[in-house]
């Protein structure tokens, strides 16, 4: 079965600093991955997806995620964190079996940008 | 904005009640997603609708049923409500729905209280 997890439910960095949010994922076949954003009282916002190809993925809004096949690891980085970041992130992998493609989404991480 | 409509935003409603939640997808998708998000279960796919043909179920209810219209949009209906059912319910779509590289766009969601 497809999931993924995000370890830290809250991660809080200081404005300006970098910021990594974590999400390590367990498929079977080729892992696709995608990162979500969602502000508060608003849908889901695509920000980048892995396929294949080079291991960093650069997505919306300055963020990029370094896929890591040894590791089972899609980390989203930024390397200069900004207020207007602060946001619940989701990450999500496809469905690899012939029923459906729908997305397993992690638990969520809360991110704070501290000014 | 992905282009993405849902109707109503919010939704208020008494127990044992039934409800009908309205998605439009982006223009040229075929494929229209429901997700429910909730603070104990987190966000999970419910089912897939790809030009009007069921595609996949996931953790959806007998008491909640959708479909797809020729026009593309989908209605979600959920009914004999219970408190439980209180939650935020999202759609998204896509251009197929078949690729699993596909991505998916969500809505601002419907948030349904049930009292």
């Known amino acids: 079965a497809q999931s993924v997890a995000q370890p830290e439910d809250q991660v809080n960095v200081a404005e300006g600093n970098p910021l990594t949010v974590k999400c390590t994922y367990s498929v079977s076949g080729n892992p696709y991955l995608f990162w979500y954003v969602q502000y508060p009282n608003r849908g889901l916002q695509f920000l980048l997806k892995?396929?294949?190809?080079?291991?960093l993925v650069k997505g919306s809004y300055g963020f990029e995620a370094e896929f890591n096949k040894s590791q089972t690891s899609f980390h989203l980085k930024k390397p200069s964190a900004l207020v207007s970041d602060s946001a619940l992130y989701f990450c999500a992998v496809r469905d690899n079996t012939n029923t459906g493609n729908q997305f397993y989404f992690g638990t969520g991480t809360s991110l704070t940008v501290i000014p | 904005d992905s282009g993405v409509t849902q109707t109503p935003k919010h939704l208020i409603t008494a127990t044992g009640q039934r409800v009908t939640l309205r998605c439009s997808p982006r223009s040229g998708d075929l494929s229209v997603y429901w997700y429910q998000q909730s603070l104990d279960q987190g966000l999970q796919f419910l089912i897939q609708y790809y030009n009007g043909e069921e595609r996949a179920k996931g953790n959806i209810l007998e008491r909640f049923s959708a479909q797809q219209f020729p026009d593309l949009h989908s209605e979600l209906n959920l009914s004999s409500l219970e408190l439980g059912d209180s939650a935020l319910y999202f759609c998204?779509?896509?251009?197929?729905?078949?690729?699993?590289?596909?991505?998916?766009?969500f809505g601002p969601g419907t948030r349904l209280t049930v009292l």
């Open positions: 998204a779509s896509s251009v197929q729905g078949l690729a699993r590289t596909d991505t998916q766009y």
């Open positions: 892995y396929i294949t190809g080079d291991n």
